[in-house]
């Protein structure tokens, strides 16, 4: 009888650890495989929360899995390599990721989406003006350089005197400008800024941005400023106002002691003061 009662705990502590084997539950033990686990959040607003349901994606595995509703995923990895992680999920920008491991090595990443309302240009070049034909303006709203006679524009690069410079709302459409910033920011602190702190409460676009130009600055730059700043005129009434963040990350002479200026942007299409740059 206890032979018989032995040969059937045998089975069923064979039956679960088989279960366990095919559902990819291993042991903390198994020295056999490495695990990249970890968390993804959403960037939506100020209180990052965890997204349920984003896919990840690992290649060359082609395996895929879904977060639960912490944000948590877990591969087992069968092999030392370096494998791609691409994280996805409707309604925000895709994010990759490539991890080295080695066996039987455990890692933890935390992965941040962010939001297809939030779009971050960097890099815009432009000139400052000397006709209708130079290249000084900027379409804040899609992130691009544009000639001073397009009318698709939000501001333009000004000499103000020789040695400095200021960006200005022109004819096309009407930007308002918040004060300078306190302080000054390195590109990577720009980065991830989140917010323009105007306290406790949500942003007022008739008294939060009261300028229609920058702070003249000197060429080259003291200091890196950096502005918030409202998209009045692309506002109709009924889509969401649109906000943003402007970091002038350089501005120099050519050889034909023509100014250019460099300048970094984020937006939030919503009307969120909300600015998370940094997917990842």
Known sequence: MRHRIFNLLSLILLSLSLAGFRSGCLSNTDYSYAVISGFVYDSNDVNVSPIRGAKVTAFPLNTEVYTDSSGYFKFYIPNEATYTLKFSRNGHFPVTKKIAIKIPDSLSIRVILLPTYVITFNNIHVEHFYNINSLSSVNLREGYAAFEQNIQKD?????????????????????????????????????????????????????DFPYKSTEVFTVPLSKHPVYAFYLKGRYNGTDPRIYGLLRIDSVYFDGNYFQHAIISVKINTKENNWFNPNPE
């Open 155 to 207: 501001i333009s690069f000004r000499d103000s005197v020789f040695l400095s410079a200021d960006l200005v709302s022109i004819p096309g459409y009407e930007t308002t400008f918040s004060p300078e910033f306190p302080h000054s920011y390195t590109k990577s602190q720009f980065d991830t800024l989140s917010i323009y702190d105007v306290g406790n409460r949500p942003i007022d676009p008739f008294t």
